[in-house]
């Protein structure tokens, strides 16, 4: 986790388009992705800020029909700039608690390599088509985000996993270990904020999940309760990521 790569402007879009940034050249496909999508509550932070409170997990915990929730890092894996809650449009860099793949709708396997472990750091997890990309194997290392904004750094990853292709979103996803994630959070901070806020205590979004196979208007009426019950927080419904696929 330590190279910063320097590049021409020229280069940098020449990268963000090797990597995919927007929709083109993803391998995903619509109705996996409804699928992926419609299986969670993504919660944000109001607008105009970046990040929440992590002790907002204890609250919406609370709320009726919610079993899990999880604090969750995505960062842009060109810019490492904090990516908001919602469907990603970029290859990401995402961290989140390892036992939260238990409560995913999407169950992966490996091609390659293993999980992370939940006491590593510098570890990543390639999802299929951003390791294709990046031309990346376990064994590799690989030096994310690729080119930084704001004067953050590049950081070195030793690759242990690549995903088999599961056609969702998160084949373009790179996943390391949640404390990796709030070092990537520290970075994205602007520069006077870095050594004043403690990025143990935030999140730049917070997964929630209900009982397994919990009907999509079901999950809806969840989210219209967290944002009923919890302050802060805005819960995105379910339907409007899968409204906001169908119409990409």
Known sequence: MRDLMATTAASIALLMATLGCGTAGSSTTPSADVAYYGGSVQVTPLAGQSTLAVTKIDEIKQVPGVKAAFPTYRFDAVTGAVEPAGVAVSDLIVASDPTEAAWSSLKTTYAQGHAIDADSSAEIVLGS?????LDKKTGDTVALPVHPTDGAASHSFNVVGVLD?????????????????????????????????????IATAIDVYARAGTAIADLDKIADQINRQVQGVKAIKPSELVDALRRR
Not at 129 to 133: G, S, W, Y
């Open 129 to 133: 088509t951003i390791a294709r990309k």
């Open 165 to 201: 292709a599961t056609g969702t979103a998160p084949d373009r996803f790179a996943y390391v270990n949640i404390t990796d994630g709030q070092t990537l959070l520290k970075d994205a901070l602007p520069a006077g904020q870095r050594d004043n806020v403690d990025v143990t205590s």
